[in-house]
């Protein structure tokens, strides 16, 4: 069992940034991680993910260009850099992991492993 523990989430202006950070407790099964986000009222939203061997990313079209997820190797971690945040990216970001290969994975149900979230508010 892979546990997850996110931070880094808070109160931002429009315009600014945030870095969130996601640490797994074991990453050797570890294929893809990524980052979900759930708006109050919404389904839970892809992000963006990582393969973890090889550090290829990919990302939502709602965040592509703004968004950036890198990895740390030695912590076990995963990063969402966050830049020039809209009101409409609040929501609570969850971190995700998965041990199943593919092309790349952007549904909830090819991760079963899940952080516990972390408010992420953007003020206009």
């Known amino acids: 069992q892979v546990q997850l523990l996110e931070a880094g989430g808070g109160l931002v202006q429009a315009g600014g940034s945030l870095r969130l950070f996601c640490a797994a407790s074991?990453?050797?099964?570890?294929?893809?991680m990524a980052w979900f986000r759930q708006a109050p009222g919404k389904e839970r939203e892809f992000v963006g993910n990582?393969?973890?061997?090889?550090?290829?990313?990919y990302y939502g079209d709602s965040v592509k260009g703004r968004f950036t997820i890198s990895k740390d190797s030695v912590e076990n971690a995963i990063y969402l850099q966050m830049n020039s945040l809209k009101p409409e990216d609040t929501a609570v970001y969850f971190c995700?992991?998965?041990?199943?290969?593919?092309?790349?994975?952007?549904?909830?149900?090819?991760?079963?492993?899940w952080g516990q979230g972390t408010q992420v508010t953007v003020s206009s």
């Open positions: 995700a992991a998965s041990p199943i290969s593919g092309i790349s994975l952007i549904s909830t149900a090819d991760y079963p492993y």
């Open positions: 990582i393969r973890w061997n090889s550090g290829r990313t």
């Open positions: 074991d990453t050797f099964s570890i294929y893809f």
